[in-house]
């Protein structure tokens, strides 16, 4: 009997370890789900300043970001990146964006880009998406 009984506290237990990662995962899954449209007004809000977004445009402050998904860092033709971006060796894939997005300074030491992070998750997908429709 208390044999029985432990197996189905177990299974209990399981399942709700279960439903607390299906849950996880879907909260993870909705904050990536950007919008592409309000990431373009959020990039033109938090990003222009310092950064052009269309094919061939100079290089500002930073490096001309058009086509940058999937790009290897450090590699917009004339820009004169710092020696922390140079040697950084990334490649900006969503997820890279995103941790570098949240927090420049911590995922490339050293780098000149002085942007403290969104303070809204939500900006910050929807910048993303709107970066891997920039082609
Ligand atoms: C105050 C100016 C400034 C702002 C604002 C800014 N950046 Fe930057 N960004 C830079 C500079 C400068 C660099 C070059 C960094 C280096 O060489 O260390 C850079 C580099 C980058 C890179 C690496 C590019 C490459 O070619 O490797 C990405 C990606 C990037 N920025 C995205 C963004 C996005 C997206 C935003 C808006 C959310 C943003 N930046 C806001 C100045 C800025």
Not at 26 to 46: I, L, S, T
Not at 70 to 86: E, I, L, N, V
Request: aromatic residues 8%; hydrophobic residues 45%.
């Amino acid at each position: 009997m208390a044999r029985i009984l432990t197996s189905a506290v177990r299974a209990v237990t399981a399942s709700i370890a279960v439903a607390g990662f299906v849950l996880t995962a879907q909260v993870a899954q909705a904050a990536a789900a950007g919008d592409a449209k309000n990431g373009e007004g959020v990039f033109m809000d938090n990003c222009g300043v310092c950064h052009s977004n269309a094919k061939g445009a100079p290089n500002k402050i930073g490096p001309n970001l058009f086509g940058v998904v999937g790009r290897k860092s450090a590699t917009a033709a004339g820009y004169m990146y710092s020696p922390a971006m140079m040697k950084a060796a990334l490649t900006w894939d969503a997820a890279t964006l995103n941790q570098f997005l949240a927090g420049p300074q911590k995922k490339v030491p050293g780098t000149k880009m002085g942007f403290p992070g969104f303070s809204d998750p939500q900006d910050e997908s929807d910048v993303i998406a709107y970066l891997v429709t920039m082609k």
